[in-house]
């Protein structure tokens, strides 16, 4: 069994640590928190080992009567492999905790890619991470395109792709977040992270990304276009290569899904955990081919995509099933898929 520890339980974080108890090959050793809130009580109702992800703050626990199992190094110190979930920045801070303790570690999207050895997108470069100290799940949008852009690039090779991204201001729960009523470019400069992102998984792929944020909060929005470098003549042949993917869903039109409300009812309706929606959300009919271009139109729930991610990266790390075994064992226990 590997023994996998959470560090950070929050949006990220929650997800990752309900997933890998569906693994029949993991264990969760714990999770670790910062403060005795909702997300602290639930977690030990669900018979998680709690720890305090600050030492000084033990005695908050206490006093909310919440019980610890100790503290976040004696929980990094029990794993063999620790998931960082905390916010952008705090992964960094860790790292020096993890390395003390020779734990091999998985951090987010919200890292940067230099604090790391790998970073990681299991369709992409699963091979990679075997052996690592220090690897990055990349960002929920990065994911989303890794996942589409490989298969089209082994299939069709991708001469250039440029995506435009409509962001979500922030999460349901982000009640600080913006803008409420504005349409932001952001960054205003190019490329948005996304791009450079996306080479840390395909080097070689030409890719330019613009991102913009809106006053949404249930997923973002991609605007996808990818010149290719032999061009199918029918569409159809592009979204039959797509519908083989098990991580991204081609919405049918007779769904009559038309945008990110729909699609999290589905979600709900279906019976996922939280509304999840873990593959990318593609409509079929927005997908085209002009020429020698590909057009599509892709959603991606920012708060769950990268949860089968970090599941394989934890195999990956430490080589306990190729690509093809964790994906198809992450997909199956999860429920990855969707008719
Ligand atoms: N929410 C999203 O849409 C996505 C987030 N990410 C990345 O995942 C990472 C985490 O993001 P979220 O889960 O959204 O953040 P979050 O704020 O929902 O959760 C982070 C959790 O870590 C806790 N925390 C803060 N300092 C800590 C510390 N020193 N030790 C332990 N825990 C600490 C916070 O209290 C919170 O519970 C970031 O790198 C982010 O960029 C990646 C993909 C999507
Ligand atoms: O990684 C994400 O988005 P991003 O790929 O646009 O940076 C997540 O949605 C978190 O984004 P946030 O940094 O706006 O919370």
Redesign the pocket.
Same mark, same amino acid.
């Given at each position: 069994m590997i023994r996998v520890a959470v560090n950070g339980y929050g949006t990220i974080g929650k997800r990752v640590a309900d997933a890998v108890t569906l693994q029949p090959d993991m264990e969760l050793v714990g999770v670790a928190k910062t403060r005795p809130n909702h997300e602290a009580e639930t977690a030990v109702r669900k018979g998680y080992p709690l720890y305090a992800a600050i030492e000084d703050r033990v005695h908050l626990f206490e006093e909310a009567g919440i019980e610890l199992a100790g503290t976040v190094e004696e929980l990094v110190e029990a794993a063999d492999v620790v998931v960082d979930a905390c916010p $952008?920045g705090i992964g960094a801070e860790n790292k020096a905790m993890y390395e003390a303790y020779d734990t091999p570690a998985l951090y987010q *999207? *919200?890292e940067s890619a230099d604090l790391v050895d790998v970073s990681f997108n299991a369709r992409g470069n699963y091979d990679e991470a075997e052996g690592a100290d220090h690897v990055r799940v990349v $960002?929920?949008?990065?994911t989303g395109l890794s996942r589409l852009l490989a298969p089209v690039e082994e299939a069709y090779g991708v001469e250039k792709a440029r995506v435009t991204?409509v +962001? +979500?201001g *922030?999460?349901p729960g982000q009640t600080g977040r913006g803008p409420i009523n504005d349409i932001l470019p952001n960054p205003v400069t190019l490329p948005s992270? #996304?791009g450079p992102d996306v080479n840390t998984i395909f080097p070689d792929l030409d890719i330019d990304t613009l *991102?913009m944020k809106v006053p949404a909060t249930l997923m #973002?929005t991609h605007s996808v276009n990818v010149t290719l470098e032999d061009a199918p003549d029918a569409a159809d042949e592009v979204r039959d290569l797509l519908a083989e993917e098990s991580r991204l869903f081609l919405i049918p039109e007779r769904h009559d899904i038309d945008g990110a409300g729909k699609l999290k009812e589905y979600a709900y309706d279906i019976g996922r955990p939280r509304g999840d929606l873990w593959e990318n959300c593609i409509w079929e009919e927005s997908v085209s081919i002009e020429g020698d271009d590909l057009y599509l139109f892709q959603a991606i729930h920012?708060e769950s995509d990268v949860v089968p991610e970090n599941v394989d990266a934890i195999r990956a790390v430490l080589g306990e099933a190729d690509r093809g075994e964790s994906m198809a064992r992450t997909d199956e226990t999860m429920g990855v898929g969707l008719p």
């Open positions: $952008s *999207g *919200g $960002s929920c949008n990065t991204l +962001r +979500r *922030g999460d992270h #996304h *991102g #973002h920012q």
